[in-house]
Antibody
Framework: EVQLVQSGAEVKKSGESLKISCKGS????????IGWVRQMPGKGLEWMGIIYPGDSDTRYSPSFQGQVTVSADKSIRTAYLQWSSLKASDTAIYYC???????????WGQGTLVSVSS | QSALTQPPSASGSPGQSVTISCTGTSSDVGGYNYVSWYQQHPGKAPKLMIY???KRPSGVPDRFSGSKSGNTASLTVSGLQAEDEADYYCTSYAGSNNFVVFGGGTKLTVL
């Protein structure tokens, strides 16, 4: 069974750093793209970035380039999304999503709620 | 502002059909047959309903169908049911640099 399991909710302060994770199982981790999607409170989905764990090829949405870092550790089948300095506006639910079909995210993690206070 | 344009809302009565549009450009929707549609119920993760413009993942009812004409893709839900009430998002591959672009979402209400 394909599964993406994300790390738990985080409560942070502005200026702090953060790394959240997404562990994949039930498929060939190195063979498919994993993306990250943001959903701010009451708002729509926004694509942030994507990584191909096989060779760590990484692409970013222009809106998020330089704001976050996407990475993966294929030895533990885990993808990451990290911030070096959080802002209150980073408060959102973050989903990881797996593209087993071409450019379609057919499996999603349960989401990680990140709350940032100023 | 989202890269793909969707109407903010759509509605229909049970049993009716409703179509949601998704308009992009020749650099995304019009340039590739990689349009996907997602359904999201409140408090839940999105669910893939359509990929590669017209294909349905296993388990998605055939009441859901996708199409594309030029730079506009469409999702049609036939035989509306109460459980179809949700937010719907379209995405498209947009080339090796932008990779994926999302629509702003459409709230579907079943009257």
């Amino acid at each position: 069974e394909v599964q993406l399991v994300q790390s738990g909710a985080e409560v942070k302060k502005s200026g702090e750093s953060l790394k959240i994770s997404c562990k994949g199982s039930g498929y060939s981790f190195t063979s498919y793209w994993i993306g990250w999607v943001r959903q701010m409170p009451g708002k729509g989905l926004e694509w942030m970035g994507i990584i191909y764990p096989g060779d760590s090829d990484t692409r970013y949405s222009p809106s998020f380039q330089g704001q976050v870092t996407v990475s993966a550790d294929k030895s533990i089948r885990t993808a990451y999304l990290q911030w070096s300095s959080l802002k209150a506006s980073d408060t959102a639910i973050y989903y990881c999503a797996l593209a087993l079909v071409p450019f379609g995210f057919d499996y999603w993690g349960q989401g990680t709620l990140v709350s940032v206070s100023s | 502002q989202s890269a793909l344009t969707q109407p903010p809302s759509a509605s229909g009565s049970p049993g009716q059909s409703v179509t949601i549009s998704c308009t992009g450009t020749s650099s995304d929707v019009g340039g590739y047959n990689y349009v996907s549609w997602y359904q999201q119920h409140p408090g839940k993760a999105p669910k893939l309903m359509i990929y590669e413009v017209t294909k349905r993942p296993s388990g998605v009812p055939d009441r859901f169908s996708g199409s594309k004409s030029g730079n506009t893709a469409s999702l049609t839900v036939s035989g509306l049911q109460a459980e179809d009430e949700a937010d719907y998002y379209c995405t498209s591959y947009a080339g090796s640099n932008n990779f994926v672009v999302f629509g702003g979402g459409t709230k579907l209400t079943v009257l």
